[in-house]
């Protein structure tokens, strides 16, 4: 019937917005693989991947796709004339915010990670008011503890918070991300299952390789892998 086609077509359109997201970002490095010589992240662990997505902002053109994406995903899940406050999460998400919201002609406002220890002691730069719509905007989603503070710092204001839009997802939280019994929907543009699938059709990593990466993204909790033949 014409809502399953409607579904379709809209599936259709968002998985080659996620493939043309994942080839952009690979070609700009902003994610990359090294079984050799792994990265060694924050936490001390060493990972076979990598997310940088920060780089895109020295891509125009690259950078411009990207948004344009972003535009079309935030319209389709979470209408953006809801929508009253794009706020970026200090300091990734500041630069992604301030281009969507350049383009929508949305109020701009952004989120630090601690107040201020000096003036008025402020964790949000900007305006953002009571009962206003906020769409949280940040580079990308790991297991979301980071975001934590920056969406408390919202809800203080008496704000409500629409929806996280992520430029990368990791896939540990897929759709929502919950916090105290609340869930706040995840927009994102690919995940690394896409990144893989790229990986893959473009023979630069073996079976052995991607197995164990699959094994490691398993390992800290991703949850939407598939297995390739």
Known sequence: DQAYLSYKLKMIKENKISSDSAKILIETKCVDI???KKFKLTSGKKSPIYCDCRRIISFPKEREKLINFAIKKIQSECPLEKINNIAGGESAGIPFASFISQKTNHPLSYIRKE???FGKNSQ???IIKPKENVLLVEDLMTDGGSKINFIKAILKTG???S???VIFNYGI???YFLINKKKIKIIYLATWREVIEEYVK???ITKKDRKLIEEFLYSIGVKNLKSYP
Do not use: R, V
Request: proline residues 0%.
């Open 34 to 36: 090294s079984l050799k």
């Open 124 to 126: 949000i730069e900007g």
């Open 159 to 161: 704000a409500n918070i």
């Open 173 to 175: 939280n897929l759709d």
């Open 202 to 204: 473009k023979k630069s």
């Open 115 to 117: 107040k201020k220890k």
């Open 163 to 165: 929806a996280i839009f």
